[in-house]
């Protein structure tokens, strides 16, 4: 049986949406949100940027019936950061940029009016919920089962580690955690999301149900984390 493919509306705003996500994790993603989301929990991800991946859970919740939540404090992770690889200049806030006598600038990062256009021209604004604040701050407020989570925040051992440790025991019995750029090679990328990935399965709350290029699918098939 093949996995559910989103509209092709849907499909389209998630290739023009502003992000890194390639199209077959995309899918990836959306299948697991609409297996998901069939639980009648919401869905939710950890990492939202400019929103491209929230449409995909977005269009799932819709569909179901449930809301997608999307948590992230919007000034960017460490690697989109001036001079770094995933640098966006069309993100920096103008306002928060400081000069200082010797020249050196000061800038922040702001993702979210990109981010809410993202969600106006898709369509999807009403079915999501979007938490602007520290991913640690708002899972130590989060009360309620959700039917995923989906990890693709900072990729440092401290955030990943912390993103983990705060949402993954709200996946309910039968739920599904997904984690994106999992490189089991430090060759491809950064080791952070893999070992957290590591860590799920050896807790033995996880099993693996798909793997598609760098992100994984697991579901819940235990208590603890």
Known sequence: MSNPAPHPEVLAAFEQAKGFMPVDEGLALYAAAVEAAALGLPLLEVGTYCGRSTILLAAAARDAGVTAVTV??????????????????????????????????????????????????????DHVVALVGRSPRAAALWGRPLGLVFVDGGHTDEHAGADYEGWAPHVAPGGLLVVHDVFPDPADGGQAPYRIYRRALESGAFAETSVTRSLRVLRRVADGV
């Open 72 to 125: 992230d404090h919007h000034r960017g992770s460490e690697e989109q950061q001036p001079g770094w690889e995933y640098h966006d200049a069309g993100l920096v806030d103008p306002e928060l940029t400081v000069t200082a006598a010797d020249g050196t600038r000061t800038v922040r990062m702001d993702t979210l009016p990109t981010f809410r256009r993202t969600l106006f021209a898709a369509g999807l604004e």
